[in-house]
């Protein structure tokens, strides 16, 4: 019985070696309880973190999308320019001819896709305080419209009305406050009918708006809305920005409709055919993508901020390994003399440490949707399960483990087994 | 002839000093010999052995192991045939702290990529050959020395291979131990294996059909006494 080999080649088999590494990085972990739980938590927190970052920030995201595209139905918006385009010169774009009051009858005249129309003046940040008797507002802004914009916008009205298209007509001081100017001047009192002061000008509350609720809190609801005839004859300013928003007839597709706008807008703005646009279109639906696109890079940085954490527990792991390798110097050596490869011993040594920070990842998973969900709870609102981000976080721990375990592992799988057999 | 060696050489380079632990070996082992390599501390039978074992290449000379020149092998190379051809015996036992008797014992069937299935087998049986049959689910501090050291015979033979290389195999035992342990490597002699071993101790020797005798690196005696 004493000649000969097994007849078996060792690389045939690779699984069994693996499998042994696996259940001795189990046994490893079983025999040193305390060091590796400590990692494990180490680890977890990390990814805790990460994932209740993702968890909170997507569903941060749908919020906050459908509480500034706050419209019931796509609409349209033109500008004089890209609001968030880069790249042009700026004060080229400003020298753009305003958008008017003819650009919009002049759709609603031959636009046959338009619902409504509503011509908005942006105040371009500048704010004003209005003032009731002895109360007054913070600084807000007042926002010059038609009476379409809150049909355009599906503001809904908590006392009184929107005012109308005769009152638009004829440039009356009438105003509707927002939630939070209606609350600061009026508390506990009817404002419909009241007459309140912006500088020296006297306007009659016709309507409040609601509380809308939101994420973005006050911001969202700390403004007031005049007609744009009487904004033009109190507070117009000569940097005062133009827009104009229109609905498109359900029986339209949005693309239909921004196709016949664009087309009316160079008719109506005299451009001839080689000439560039000197207006922009956005559609709502193009406004949520690019708030969806500006939310996730935000939510990148603030991953890649928490992932930090991360990094730290990677770091943990590597001493751990290095720990680890150390005092196992003998049984690498009699490892080796059994007839392990250097590629075997690297592989257990890697296994051990991505075994320790994937167990790390699952708790961390489980411990992260736990909060993600207690945060939503918390702020109100929906709260989603972002499927892919928990593969991530696991593979990811894991990598951490492989990556961080590199170095401790060549550093076994590169002893001489000779020194490594009598090492004491 | 299972082991041939050729004007084997080890020098080792210690800062500019150059030592000849290994100075210029000739040696030919047959199948089924039972040699003993002796000699005082310095002698170079550790490294000798070493070579042997192939856990060393040598830097000059050849080896022939089983018709097989390995003195030029890979790292992975020299891995592969430890598994196949060499079975270890240690001073200090060299079992695995956290492993059962049969997980040790199966250790290089493991890496010789040998089925969990057939595994089992494989250390029952070695195992119930070594006496240890009722010890297999224990772990090394569970057992004593010469228990241990019977797992670890029980692991050098599993793979069946062509020499078994005993170093110092009785060197932490008590005497008693010590000759149940030799009395034990004589039945695995008699069945038909080859053995190398290392020792210092004449009555352990004694054991042995050939005792080589190493004095500074080379082969100072060579006899037979069976």
């Given amino acids: ?424 | 002839m299972l082991i041939k060696v050729r004007d084997v050489k080890k020098i080792y380079e210690v800062g500019i000093q150059k030592i000849e632990a290994v100075a210029g070996i000739d040696l030919e082992i047959d199948r089924n010999e039972y040699v003993a390599i002796m000699g005082p501390s310095g002698s170079g039978k550790s490294t000798f052995m070493n070579l042997l074992g192939c856990l060393d290449t040598p830097s000059a000379g050849d080896y022939w192991l089983n018709g097989k020149e390995v003195s030029n092998l890979s790292d992975d190379e020299l891995a592969r045939i430890r598994n196949r051809e060499i079975g270890f015996v240690f001073q200090t036992f060299n079992l695995l702290p956290r492993a059962t008797a049969a997980q040790n014992v199966e250790l290089p069937l493991i890496y010789g990529g040998i089925s969990a299935d057939e595994r089992r087998d494989r250390a029952a049986e070695v195992l119930e050959s070594v006496g240890l049959t009722d010890r297999a689910k224990h772990r090394p501090n569970e057992l004593s020395g010469g228990q241990r050291q019977r797992v670890a015979i029980a692991r050098a033979m599993v793979n069946r291979p062509s020499i078994i290389l005993a170093d110092e195999p009785t060197g932490n035992l008590d005497s008693k131990t010590g000759i149940e342990i030799m009395s034990l490597f004589d039945t695995i002699h008699a069945a038909g294996n080859t053995i190398v071993m290392v020792t210092h101790e004449e009555h352990i020797a004694d054991y042995a059909k050939r005792v080589i005798r190493l004095l500074d690196g080379k082969i100072e005696e060579d006899i037979r006494t069976d």
């Fill in chain 1, 1 to 424: 019985m004493s000649a000969g080999t097994t007849g078996i080649d060792p690389r045939d088999k690779k699984g069994q070696v693996w499998t042994e590494n696996f259940r001795q990085a189990l046994e490893v972990i079983r025999t040193h309880r305390m060091r590796s739980w400590l990692l494990i938590v180490g680890v977890a927190i990390g990814v805790t973190t990460v994932l209740a970052m993702v968890t909170v920030m997507s569903g941060l995201g749908k919020r906050i999308q459908s509480d500034i595209v706050s419209a019931d139905r796509p609409y349209l918006f033109i500008s004089r320019f890209d609001p968030m385009g880069g790249g042009q010169d700026r004060r080229d774009l400003l020298r753009r001819k305003q958008l008017t009051i003819r650009d919009v009858k002049f759709l609603e005249e031959n636009c046959a896709s338009c619902e409504k129309l509503d011509l908005q003046i942006d105040p371009q940040g500048r704010m004003r305080v209005l003032r009731y008797e002895g109360e007054r507002t913070n600084l807000i802004q007042v926002v010059g419209a038609t009476h379409n914009m809150g049909h355009m916008y599906s503001i809904s009205i908590e006392y009184g009305r929107f005012f109308t298209e005769f009152e638009t007509d004829r440039s009356r001081r009438v105003i509707v406050l927002g939630y939070g100017p209606a609350k600061d001047l009026f508390p506990n009192r009817d404002p419909i009918g009241k007459w309140i002061k912006i500088g020296n000008h006297r306007y009659e509350v016709v309507g409040t708006m609601a509380s809308r609720e939101s994420v973005l809190g006050s911001i969202s609801e700390n403004y007031a809305v005049i007609p744009f005839t009487t904004y033009e004859k109190d507070l117009g300013y000569r940097f005062d920005d133009y827009q104009i928003g229109i609905t498109i007839k359900p029986e339209f597709e949005l693309e239909e409709g921004v196709d016949e706008v664009h087309a009316l807008m160079r008719a109506s703005r005299k451009l001839g055919p080689g000439e560039v646009n000197d207006f922009y279109i956005t559609t709502s639906e193009g406004f949520k993508e690019m708030l969806g696109s500006i939310l996730t890079y935000i939510g990148l940085v603030l991953v890649v901020i928490s992932s930090i954490g991360l990094m730290v527990g990677g770091i943990g792991v590597m001493n751990i390994m290095l720990i680890s390798v150390t005092e196992r110097t003998r049984e690498v050596g009699v490892r080796m003399a059994l007839g392990a490869r250097r590629n075997d011993i690297m592989q257990q040594f890697l296994i051990e440490a991505a075994t320790l920070t994937g167990a790390g990842g699952m708790l961390g998973i489980f411990l992260g949707l736990l909060t993600a969900r207690g945060v939503a709870k918390l702020i109100s609102f929906p709260y989603s399960v972002p499927i892919i981000w928990i593969i991530i976080a696991f593979v990811f721990s894991a990598s951490i483990g492989l990556i961080f375990g590199l170095y401790p592992a060549n550093r076994a799988a590169r002893m001489d087994p000779i020194k490594a057999l009598h090492y004491e």
